[in-house]
Nanobody, 120 residues
């Protein structure tokens, strides 16, 4: 089970940190990432951290502004979001496993989603 938290309302240019804690699932051995979805649009993969080689994928839309990180001791993954824009408004989901900006249908586990609203 994945539990995402940390969403909220923030002004454009501000920052937020999302957290995703796992139970019954060890992040250390899996790729883990973040997706986001706006109503009426497809779910977008924005970051994925590889457990195999440490490589990290970022979507162009967030590159340079968002940073994914892991805390193995807490079995938690974070998404630090900075320089937020109104177009970052979405429900954010943590997920594992992931691959680049994609997930594995029927195999990827999802957190429940946390809403981020960026006001301009």
């Amino acid at each position: 089970q994945l539990q995402a938290s940390g969403g909220g309302l923030v002004q454009a240019g501000g920052s937020l940190r999302l957290s995703c804690a796992a139970s019954g699932f060890t992040f250390e051995y899996h790729n883990v990432g973040w997706f986001r979805q706006v109503p009426g649009k497809e779910r977008e993969g924005i970051s994925c951290s590889s457990s195999r080689d440490g490589r990290i994928y970022y979507a162009d839309s967030v590159k340079g502004r968002f940073t994914i990180s892991r805390d193995a001791a807490k079995n938690t993954v974070y998404l630090q979001m900075s320089s937020l824009k109104s177009e970052d408004t979405a429900v954010y989901y943590c997920a594992a496993p992931c691959e680049g900006g994609s997930y594995y249908p029927g195999m990827t586990y999802w957190g429940q989603g946390t809403l981020v609203t960026v006001s301009s």
